[in-house]
Protein backbone atom coordinates (compact mmCIF):
# COMPACT_ATOMS: atom_id res chain seq x y z
CA UNK A 1 0.00 0.00 0.00
CA UNK A 2 2.50 2.54 0.54
CA UNK A 3 6.05 3.41 -2.03
CA UNK A 4 6.01 3.73 -5.49
CA UNK A 5 2.63 2.22 -7.17
CA UNK A 6 1.67 1.85 -10.51
CA UNK A 7 -0.57 -0.99 -11.14
CA UNK A 8 -2.70 -0.67 -14.17
CA UNK A 9 -5.90 -0.03 -12.77
CA UNK A 10 -6.75 2.34 -10.41
CA UNK A 11 -9.51 1.90 -8.09
CA UNK A 12 -11.03 5.31 -9.39
CA UNK A 13 -10.93 6.43 -12.81
CA UNK A 14 -12.91 8.76 -14.86
CA UNK A 15 -12.11 7.28 -18.25
CA UNK A 16 -13.49 3.64 -17.00
CA UNK A 17 -16.60 3.32 -15.47
CA UNK A 18 -17.58 -0.12 -13.84
CA UNK A 19 -21.00 -0.02 -15.41
CA UNK A 20 -22.10 3.37 -17.36
CA UNK A 21 -25.40 1.86 -18.59
CA UNK A 22 -28.29 4.43 -19.16
CA UNK A 23 -31.45 4.98 -17.98
CA UNK A 24 -32.92 5.31 -14.66
CA UNK A 25 -30.30 4.34 -11.82
CA UNK A 26 -31.21 1.95 -8.72
CA UNK A 27 -29.63 3.77 -6.20
CA UNK A 28 -29.21 2.64 -2.14
CA UNK A 29 -28.29 4.91 0.13
CA UNK A 30 -26.17 3.93 3.41
CA UNK A 31 -26.55 6.74 5.95
CA UNK A 32 -29.37 8.24 4.57
CA UNK A 33 -30.27 10.60 7.76
CA UNK A 34 -26.72 12.29 7.41
CA UNK A 35 -25.33 14.90 5.77
CA UNK A 36 -24.53 13.27 2.53
CA UNK A 37 -27.49 10.76 2.52
CA UNK A 38 -30.30 14.01 2.87
CA UNK A 39 -28.45 15.62 0.35
CA UNK A 40 -27.95 13.21 -2.04
CA UNK A 41 -31.91 12.19 -1.14
CA UNK A 42 -32.89 15.75 -2.18
CA UNK A 43 -30.91 15.31 -6.00
CA UNK A 44 -33.04 12.24 -6.49
CA UNK A 45 -36.19 13.96 -5.92
CA UNK A 46 -35.21 16.58 -8.59
CA UNK A 47 -33.97 14.61 -10.83
CA UNK A 48 -36.64 11.19 -10.83
CA UNK A 49 -36.24 10.43 -14.02
CA UNK A 50 -32.42 9.78 -13.52
CA UNK A 51 -32.49 8.43 -10.02
CA UNK A 52 -34.97 5.67 -8.03
CA UNK A 53 -33.92 5.21 -4.42
CA UNK A 54 -35.06 1.50 -3.81
CA UNK A 55 -33.13 0.94 0.10
CA UNK A 56 -31.92 3.35 3.02
CA UNK A 57 -30.13 2.62 5.74
CA UNK A 58 -29.60 4.74 8.87
CA UNK A 59 -27.50 4.22 12.23
CA UNK A 60 -31.19 4.22 13.93
CA UNK A 61 -31.16 7.38 15.93
CA UNK A 62 -33.02 9.70 13.87
CA UNK A 63 -35.99 7.22 13.10
CA UNK A 64 -38.52 10.13 12.19
CA UNK A 65 -36.57 11.49 9.57
CA UNK A 66 -35.63 7.86 7.68
CA UNK A 67 -39.51 6.55 8.13
CA UNK A 68 -40.41 10.49 6.37
CA UNK A 69 -37.58 9.62 3.67
CA UNK A 70 -38.72 5.96 2.87
CA UNK A 71 -42.31 6.96 2.64
CA UNK A 72 -41.31 9.72 0.11
CA UNK A 73 -38.79 7.76 -2.00
CA UNK A 74 -41.22 4.82 -1.86
CA UNK A 75 -38.23 2.41 -0.98
CA UNK A 76 -38.02 -1.54 -0.72
CA UNK A 77 -36.02 -1.52 2.44
CA UNK A 78 -34.88 0.26 4.94
CA UNK A 79 -31.84 -0.90 7.06
CA UNK A 80 -30.71 0.57 11.21
CA UNK A 81 -27.44 -0.71 12.66
CA UNK A 82 -29.60 -0.47 16.18
CA UNK A 83 -32.06 -3.41 16.77
CA UNK A 84 -33.61 -1.52 19.86
CA UNK A 85 -35.15 0.88 17.85
CA UNK A 86 -37.09 -1.14 15.31
CA UNK A 87 -39.95 -0.86 17.58
CA UNK A 88 -40.26 3.09 16.90
CA UNK A 89 -39.21 2.81 13.36
CA UNK A 90 -42.40 0.45 13.07
CA UNK A 91 -44.30 2.70 14.90
CA UNK A 92 -42.60 5.81 12.42
CA UNK A 93 -43.71 4.57 9.36
CA UNK A 94 -47.20 3.54 10.81
CA UNK A 95 -47.25 6.91 10.80
CA UNK A 96 -45.94 7.79 8.16
CA UNK A 97 -48.10 5.47 5.41
CA UNK A 98 -51.59 4.97 4.89
CA UNK A 99 -53.85 2.34 6.82
CA UNK A 100 -53.76 0.20 3.25
CA UNK A 101 -50.08 0.86 2.11
CA UNK A 102 -47.58 -1.71 2.11
CA UNK A 103 -44.20 -0.59 4.85
CA UNK A 104 -41.34 -1.37 3.21
CA UNK A 105 -39.10 -4.22 4.66
CA UNK A 106 -37.36 -3.82 7.49
CA UNK A 107 -33.45 -4.59 8.15
CA UNK A 108 -31.92 -4.34 11.88
CA UNK A 109 -28.16 -5.07 13.25
CA UNK A 110 -24.90 -4.10 12.17
CA UNK A 111 -24.64 -6.27 9.50
CA UNK A 112 -27.83 -4.60 7.88
CA UNK A 113 -26.34 -2.03 5.95
CA UNK A 114 -23.74 -4.43 4.55
CA UNK A 115 -26.73 -6.83 3.41
CA UNK A 116 -28.03 -3.39 1.80
CA UNK A 117 -25.34 -2.99 -0.11
CA UNK A 118 -25.36 -6.37 -1.73
CA UNK A 119 -28.97 -5.96 -2.82
CA UNK A 120 -30.11 -5.69 -6.44
CA UNK A 121 -29.00 -2.08 -7.47
CA UNK A 122 -27.23 0.08 -9.74
CA UNK A 123 -25.13 2.06 -7.30
CA UNK A 124 -24.46 2.17 -3.81
CA UNK A 125 -23.75 5.61 -2.52
CA UNK A 126 -21.77 4.65 0.83
CA UNK A 127 -22.34 7.86 3.12
CA UNK A 128 -21.75 6.10 6.72
CA UNK A 129 -19.42 8.03 8.84
CA UNK A 130 -16.41 5.90 10.12
CA UNK A 131 -14.89 2.83 9.58
CA UNK A 132 -17.69 0.55 10.59
CA UNK A 133 -18.72 1.69 6.37
CA UNK A 134 -15.73 -1.15 5.44
CA UNK A 135 -17.98 -4.48 5.74
CA UNK A 136 -20.91 -2.51 3.21
CA UNK A 137 -18.00 -0.73 0.71
CA UNK A 138 -16.32 -4.81 0.36
CA UNK A 139 -20.11 -5.86 0.00
CA UNK A 140 -21.18 -3.54 -2.34
CA UNK A 141 -17.77 -4.13 -4.53
CA UNK A 142 -18.49 -8.26 -4.00
CA UNK A 143 -21.80 -7.54 -5.55
CA UNK A 144 -20.30 -5.66 -8.42
CA UNK A 145 -22.52 -2.81 -7.68
CA UNK A 146 -20.96 0.57 -8.79
CA UNK A 147 -19.83 2.50 -5.53
CA UNK A 148 -20.23 6.01 -4.75
CA UNK A 149 -17.61 6.48 -2.02
CA UNK A 150 -18.31 9.23 0.48
CA UNK A 151 -16.87 7.02 3.41
CA UNK A 152 -13.00 7.15 3.26
CA UNK A 153 -12.77 5.49 6.20
CA UNK A 154 -13.05 2.65 4.58
CA UNK A 155 -10.89 2.59 2.10
CA UNK A 156 -8.30 4.15 4.52
CA UNK A 157 -8.59 0.88 6.70
CA UNK A 158 -8.74 -1.87 4.41
CA UNK A 159 -6.87 -0.37 1.70
CA UNK A 160 -5.76 -4.06 0.26
CA UNK A 161 -9.12 -5.62 1.16
CA UNK A 162 -10.67 -2.54 -0.81
CA UNK A 163 -8.15 -3.02 -3.57
CA UNK A 164 -8.51 -6.80 -3.67
CA UNK A 165 -11.88 -6.71 -4.80
CA UNK A 166 -12.63 -3.43 -6.63
CA UNK A 167 -12.37 -3.75 -10.74
CA UNK A 168 -11.29 -1.26 -12.92
CA UNK A 169 -13.63 2.01 -12.48
CA UNK A 170 -16.07 0.68 -9.59
CA UNK A 171 -15.66 3.00 -7.26
CA UNK A 172 -16.58 7.09 -8.27
CA UNK A 173 -15.43 9.54 -5.26
CA UNK A 174 -17.73 11.45 -3.64
CA UNK A 175 -15.56 13.86 -1.41
CA UNK A 176 -15.30 17.05 -2.87
CA UNK A 177 -11.50 16.83 -3.31
CA UNK A 178 -11.95 13.19 -5.06
CA UNK A 179 -14.41 14.11 -6.91
CA UNK A 180 -12.35 17.30 -8.22
CA UNK A 181 -9.34 14.98 -9.04
CA UNK A 182 -11.83 12.59 -10.64
CA UNK A 183 -12.76 14.99 -13.16
CA UNK A 184 -9.23 17.05 -13.61
CA UNK A 185 -7.94 13.31 -14.56
CA UNK A 186 -10.18 13.07 -17.04
CA UNK A 187 -8.41 15.95 -18.89
CA UNK A 188 -5.62 13.72 -19.33
CA UNK A 189 -3.81 9.94 -19.72
CA UNK A 190 -1.94 8.60 -16.28
CA UNK A 191 1.07 8.98 -17.91
CA UNK A 192 0.83 12.38 -18.22
CA UNK A 193 0.08 13.39 -14.34
CA UNK A 194 2.73 14.70 -12.79
CA UNK A 195 1.15 15.25 -9.28
CA UNK A 196 -1.71 15.68 -7.49
CA UNK A 197 -2.63 18.98 -5.38
CA UNK A 198 -5.12 18.42 -2.71
CA UNK A 199 -6.78 21.56 -1.61
CA UNK A 200 -7.53 22.65 2.28
CA UNK A 201 -9.35 25.72 3.16
CA UNK A 202 -7.44 25.56 6.44
CA UNK A 203 -10.03 25.48 8.83
CA UNK A 204 -10.47 27.54 11.85
CA UNK A 205 -7.47 28.20 12.97
CA UNK A 206 -4.98 28.62 9.65
CA UNK A 207 -2.26 31.18 10.37
CA UNK A 208 -2.17 30.58 14.15
CA UNK A 209 0.75 28.49 15.44
CA UNK A 210 1.39 25.70 17.64
CA UNK A 211 1.42 27.92 20.50
CA UNK A 212 -1.44 29.81 19.57
CA UNK A 213 -3.65 26.46 19.46
CA UNK A 214 -2.72 25.18 23.17
CA UNK A 215 -6.47 26.80 24.44
CA UNK A 216 -8.39 26.76 21.92
CA UNK A 217 -12.16 25.69 22.87
CA UNK A 218 -14.95 23.21 21.19
CA UNK A 219 -16.75 26.22 19.94
CA UNK A 220 -13.49 27.85 18.42
CA UNK A 221 -12.89 24.29 16.23
CA UNK A 222 -16.64 23.95 15.28
CA UNK A 223 -16.67 27.35 13.79
CA UNK A 224 -15.66 26.11 10.38
CA UNK A 225 -15.42 29.09 7.80
CA UNK A 226 -16.75 28.24 4.92
CA UNK A 227 -18.27 24.38 5.19
CA UNK A 228 -21.02 23.40 7.60
CA UNK A 229 -20.46 19.70 8.34
CA UNK A 230 -20.77 16.99 11.58
CA UNK A 231 -18.94 18.03 15.05
CA UNK A 232 -16.53 15.10 14.12
CA UNK A 233 -15.16 16.00 10.53
CA UNK A 234 -15.52 19.69 11.45
CA UNK A 235 -12.58 19.02 14.29
CA UNK A 236 -10.74 16.54 11.76
CA UNK A 237 -10.73 19.62 9.13
CA UNK A 238 -9.40 22.05 12.10
CA UNK A 239 -6.76 19.40 12.66
CA UNK A 240 -5.97 18.51 9.30
CA UNK A 241 -6.34 15.27 10.09
CA UNK A 242 -9.16 15.16 7.44
CA UNK A 243 -6.70 16.21 4.57
CA UNK A 244 -3.88 13.61 6.08
CA UNK A 245 -7.41 10.93 5.42
CA UNK A 246 -7.81 12.93 1.88
CA UNK A 247 -4.15 12.10 0.82
CA UNK A 248 -3.87 8.54 1.70
CA UNK A 249 -7.12 8.19 -0.16
CA UNK A 250 -5.86 9.85 -3.18
CA UNK A 251 -2.85 7.70 -2.99
CA UNK A 252 -5.09 4.30 -3.15
CA UNK A 253 -7.77 5.56 -5.11
CA UNK A 254 -5.17 6.68 -8.12
CA UNK A 255 -2.02 5.35 -7.52
CA UNK A 256 0.04 8.22 -6.97
CA UNK A 257 3.12 7.82 -5.08
CA UNK A 258 2.66 10.06 -1.67
CA UNK A 259 5.82 12.01 -3.10
CA UNK A 260 3.82 13.08 -6.06
CA UNK A 261 0.66 14.39 -3.88
CA UNK A 262 0.80 17.67 -2.25
CA UNK A 263 -1.71 19.90 0.33
CA UNK A 264 -1.92 23.70 0.00
CA UNK A 265 -4.20 25.57 1.57
CA UNK A 266 -7.27 27.81 0.15
CA UNK A 267 -9.27 29.31 2.15
CA UNK A 268 -11.99 30.31 0.36
CA UNK A 269 -12.59 26.71 -0.61
CA UNK A 270 -13.54 27.32 -4.53
CA UNK A 271 -11.14 25.32 -5.95
CA UNK A 272 -11.66 21.60 -4.49
CA UNK A 273 -8.40 19.84 -6.16
CA UNK A 274 -5.82 20.20 -9.08
CA UNK A 275 -3.84 18.14 -11.26
CA UNK A 276 -0.61 18.86 -12.89
CA UNK A 277 0.72 17.65 -15.99
CA UNK A 278 3.94 16.74 -17.27
CA UNK A 279 3.51 19.77 -20.00
CA UNK A 280 3.31 22.37 -17.17
CA UNK A 281 -0.47 22.37 -17.59
CA UNK A 282 -2.76 22.05 -14.00
CA UNK A 283 -6.41 21.72 -14.33
CA UNK A 284 -8.65 22.62 -11.67
CA UNK A 285 -12.17 22.24 -10.43
CA UNK A 286 -13.90 24.45 -9.00
CA UNK A 287 -17.34 25.26 -7.50
CA UNK A 288 -18.88 27.28 -4.56
CA UNK A 289 -18.72 24.98 -1.44
CA UNK A 290 -21.61 22.90 -1.61
CA UNK A 291 -21.65 18.60 -1.76
CA UNK A 292 -24.36 18.33 -4.11
CA UNK A 293 -21.97 18.60 -7.01
CA UNK A 294 -19.89 15.94 -5.49
CA UNK A 295 -22.78 13.20 -4.72
CA UNK A 296 -23.76 14.22 -8.84
CA UNK A 297 -20.66 13.23 -9.71
CA UNK A 298 -20.38 10.16 -7.14
CA UNK A 299 -24.04 8.62 -8.81
CA UNK A 300 -24.17 10.07 -12.38
CA UNK A 301 -21.05 9.87 -13.76
CA UNK A 302 -20.26 9.66 -16.66
CA UNK A 303 -23.66 11.85 -17.70
CA UNK A 304 -23.79 15.15 -15.44
CA UNK A 305 -27.18 16.27 -13.68
CA UNK A 306 -28.36 19.40 -14.81
CA UNK A 307 -28.31 22.15 -11.57
CA UNK A 308 -27.00 19.66 -9.11
CA UNK A 309 -25.05 22.99 -7.24
CA UNK A 310 -24.77 26.20 -7.68
CA UNK A 311 -22.20 27.89 -10.14
CA UNK A 312 -19.92 30.64 -9.50
CA UNK A 313 -21.80 33.94 -10.89
CA UNK A 314 -18.28 35.11 -12.89
CA UNK A 315 -19.65 38.80 -13.24
CA UNK A 316 -18.60 39.26 -9.76
CA UNK A 317 -14.92 40.05 -8.55
CA UNK A 318 -13.03 37.21 -6.13
CA UNK A 319 -9.91 36.48 -4.86
CA UNK A 320 -8.60 33.43 -4.70
CA UNK A 321 -5.86 32.50 -2.12
CA UNK A 322 -2.90 29.77 -1.87
CA UNK A 323 -0.53 29.17 0.64
CA UNK A 324 1.76 26.61 1.45
CA UNK A 325 1.07 23.87 4.57
CA UNK A 326 2.21 24.76 7.95
CA UNK A 327 3.40 21.42 9.33
CA UNK A 328 4.64 22.57 12.31
CA UNK A 329 0.99 23.88 13.44
CA UNK A 330 -0.80 20.95 11.50
CA UNK A 331 1.29 17.68 11.80
CA UNK A 332 -1.33 15.79 10.97
CA UNK A 333 -0.78 15.16 7.24
CA UNK A 334 2.45 14.24 8.03
CA UNK A 335 1.48 11.31 10.19
CA UNK A 336 -1.01 9.81 7.71
CA UNK A 337 1.62 10.26 5.12
CA UNK A 338 4.04 8.05 6.94
CA UNK A 339 1.56 5.58 8.19
CA UNK A 340 -0.22 5.12 4.35
CA UNK A 341 3.58 3.86 4.03
CA UNK A 342 3.63 1.79 6.59
CA UNK A 343 0.48 0.35 4.85
CA UNK A 344 -1.41 -2.68 6.51
CA UNK A 345 -3.00 -1.98 10.05
CA UNK A 346 -1.02 1.36 10.27
CA UNK A 347 -3.92 3.80 8.72
CA UNK A 348 -6.89 2.14 10.58
CA UNK A 349 -4.88 2.44 14.17
CA UNK A 350 -4.61 6.01 12.66
CA UNK A 351 -8.43 6.67 12.44
CA UNK A 352 -9.46 4.78 15.42
CA UNK A 353 -7.38 6.62 17.35
CA UNK A 354 -7.97 10.02 15.77
CA UNK A 355 -11.86 9.29 16.37
CA UNK A 356 -11.11 8.46 20.41
CA UNK A 357 -9.27 11.84 20.34
CA UNK A 358 -11.74 13.95 18.77
CA UNK A 359 -14.64 12.42 21.10
CA UNK A 360 -12.45 13.26 24.34
CA UNK A 361 -11.89 16.83 22.73
CA UNK A 362 -15.63 17.43 22.53
CA UNK A 363 -16.44 15.94 25.86
CA UNK A 364 -14.16 18.79 27.11
CA UNK A 365 -11.22 16.18 28.45
CA UNK A 366 -8.57 16.48 26.16
CA UNK A 367 -6.76 19.44 24.99
CA UNK A 368 -6.70 20.30 21.24
CA UNK A 369 -2.98 20.21 20.29
CA UNK A 370 -3.15 16.76 22.42
CA UNK A 371 -5.33 15.23 20.01
CA UNK A 372 -2.29 14.68 17.54
CA UNK A 373 0.41 14.52 20.26
CA UNK A 374 -1.69 11.23 21.55
CA UNK A 375 -2.80 9.96 17.87
CA UNK A 376 0.96 9.89 17.12
CA UNK A 377 2.00 8.32 20.26
CA UNK A 378 -0.64 5.83 19.75
CA UNK A 379 0.56 4.90 15.82
CA UNK A 380 4.31 5.34 17.32
CA UNK A 381 3.51 2.71 19.77
CA UNK A 382 1.41 0.07 16.84
CA UNK A 383 5.14 -0.19 15.61
CA UNK A 384 5.89 -2.49 12.77
CA UNK A 385 1.71 -2.88 11.44
CA UNK A 386 0.67 -6.44 9.82
CA UNK A 387 0.86 -5.21 6.05
CA UNK A 388 0.51 -7.17 2.51
CA UNK A 389 -1.81 -9.12 0.70
CA UNK A 390 -2.54 -11.21 4.14
CA UNK A 391 -4.26 -8.08 5.23
CA UNK A 392 -7.97 -9.59 7.10
CA UNK A 393 -11.23 -7.90 8.12
CA UNK A 394 -9.73 -9.60 11.82
CA UNK A 395 -6.47 -7.63 11.59
CA UNK A 396 -8.09 -4.11 10.83
CA UNK A 397 -10.95 -4.91 13.94
CA UNK A 398 -8.61 -5.86 15.70
CA UNK A 399 -5.65 -2.41 15.16
CA UNK A 400 -8.54 -0.70 15.67
CA UNK A 401 -9.80 -2.26 19.03
CA UNK A 402 -6.34 -2.09 20.26
CA UNK A 403 -6.20 1.84 19.29
CA UNK A 404 -9.25 2.62 20.61
CA UNK A 405 -8.48 1.49 23.88
CA UNK A 406 -4.75 2.77 23.85
CA UNK A 407 -5.80 6.26 23.12
CA UNK A 408 -8.11 6.23 25.44
CA UNK A 409 -5.88 5.15 28.00
CA UNK A 410 -3.34 8.29 26.62
CA UNK A 411 -5.93 10.56 26.44
CA UNK A 412 -6.82 10.52 30.06
CA UNK A 413 -3.46 10.63 30.78
CA UNK A 414 -3.12 13.78 28.95
CA UNK A 415 -6.22 15.29 30.65
CA UNK A 416 -4.68 14.60 34.29
CA UNK A 417 -1.38 16.33 33.21
CA UNK A 418 -2.95 19.31 31.34
CA UNK A 419 -5.14 20.02 34.29
CA UNK A 420 -1.98 19.81 36.82
Not at 23 to 42: N, P
Not at 81 to 87: F, G, K, N, S
Not at 216 to 225: E, F, G, I, S
Request: glycine residues 10%.
Amino acid sequence: MGGMTDSPAPLADPHLLFDASAGRRDIVILGSTGSIGTQAIDLALRHPDRFRVTALSAAGGRVGLLAEQARLLRVRTVAVAREDVVPALKEALGAQYGPSEPLPEILAGPDAAAELAASPCHTVLNGITGSIGLAPTLAALRAGRTLALANKESLIVGGPLVKALAKPGQIVPVDSEHAALFQALAGGTRADVRKLVVTASGGPFRGRTRAELAGVTVQDALAHPTWAMGPVITVNSATLVNKGLEVIEAHLLYDIPFERIEVVVHPQSFVHSMVEFTDGSTLAQATPPDMRGPIAIGIGWPERIPDAAPAFDWSKASTWEFFPLDTEAFPAVGLARHVGTLGGTAPAVFNAANEECVEAFLAGRLPFTAIMDTVSAVVDEHGTPRAGTSLTVTDVLEAETWARARAREMAARAAVEASA
